[in-house]
């Protein structure tokens, strides 16, 4: 019996996604195609691999066991490329990367014509959205991440630290007044990023201030709270490599400097599990690595300790 990658590909979609159509549309394959090839995959191995419903597919017992050595069997092939590519200089296929629209706009595609240049071989499908998406339903081979990771199976990698402070313009400042507690902050403009209504400033003696603080305006982009801050309207919650050309132009004034936004947090680059990253993977992480800490040291170098 014989069987060929593309069908192992797609069993493993169908598997995680339960749809077939769904899994063959990320092929290119109708849902026909897709069908008939997971069909045959059964006939071949002489099992039925899949409970089909009119409302869900689910793997059989014969199924779950057959998907462990197909992911294996995948990882095996993807590992005898990387090897292969380590003495070649082909690295090709298709990658597919998500990332914060602000951080990948500064971080991530002024570079995206160098790395090109060097992996012609490569497609790259790059999808920037503060919105965090599945990487393993959407299959995305990596992705990258500021802030607390939920626990989860991914496999995360530390790129750099993600410093936070408050800002706000000279203007608001002379408006309103700079406030000298955390505190203070109950009285004022603050510009939210998503959701939250809370924020967490550190002081010097270690305790942790949690102030309820009121929005004039909430936003799901970065850039945008930047510009408002900008513009006077509030003291905003940023990231250093955002705000650090600003503050040292004069633009913005670090708020409440003896106090630390908490809880800190950092760069990440998270995969899907799996015991091997593909070389086209590799090259990009490597890659953009090296870029994102020179940018950050660029943006925000000599500014905090």
């Not at 339960?18 to 995959?41: C, D, M, V, W, Y």
């Not at 939920?150 to 203007?171: W, Y």
């Not at 590799?282 to 940018?295: C, G, N, S, V, Y």
């Amino acid at each position: 019996m014989s069987f060929d990658l593309k069908t192992l590909e797609l069993f493993v979609r169908v598997a995680m996604l339960g749809a077939i159509g769904r899994a063959g549309a990320e092929f290119k394959l109708s849902p026909t195609n897709a069908t008939q090839r997971i069909q045959a995959l059964e006939t071949g191995l002489g099992v039925k691999l899949l409970n089909r419903t009119t409302r869900a597919i689910s793997l059989t017992p014969d199924g779950e066991i057959f998907l462990e050595h197909a992911k294996r069997i995948l990882d095996d092939v993807e590992e005898a490329k990387t090897a292969l590519s380590d003495t070649s200089t082909s690295i090709s296929g298709l990658l597919r990367v998500t990332a914060s629209a602000s951080f990948g706009r500064s971080h991530i595609v002024p570079f995206v014509p160098e790395f090109m240049q060097l992996y012609p071989d490569v497609t790259l499908e790059l999808n920037l959205s503060d919105t965090i998406v599945d990487i393993v339903e959407m299959a995305y081979d990596l992705a990258f991440r500021i802030g607390d990771l939920a626990p989860s199976t991914l496999l995360a990698q530390k790129i750099d630290d993600n410093p936070r402070m408050l800002v706000a313009s000279p203007d608001y400042l002379a408006r309103a007044g700079a406030p000298q507690t955390p505190e203070d902050l109950a009285d004022h403009a603050c510009l939210l990023l998503g959701a939250t209504r809370t924020w967490e400033l550190i002081g010097p003696d270690g305790a942790v201030h949690k102030i309820p603080v009121k929005a004039p305006v909430t936003v799901n982009l970065g850039d945008a709270v930047g510009a408002w801050a900008l513009a006077g309207m509030g003291i905003a919650q940023t990231s250093l490599w955002h705000a650090g050309p600003d503050l040292r132009a004069g633009r913005l004034v670090h708020v409440l400097a003896g106090f630390r936004v908490w809880p800190e947090m950092k760069i990440w680059a998270v995969r899907p599990p799996g015991r091997l990253m593909p070389a086209r993977v590799k090259a990009f992480l490597e890659f953009m690595q090296e870029r994102i800490l020179a940018t950050n040291e660029h943006m925000y170098g000599g500014l905090i300790d």
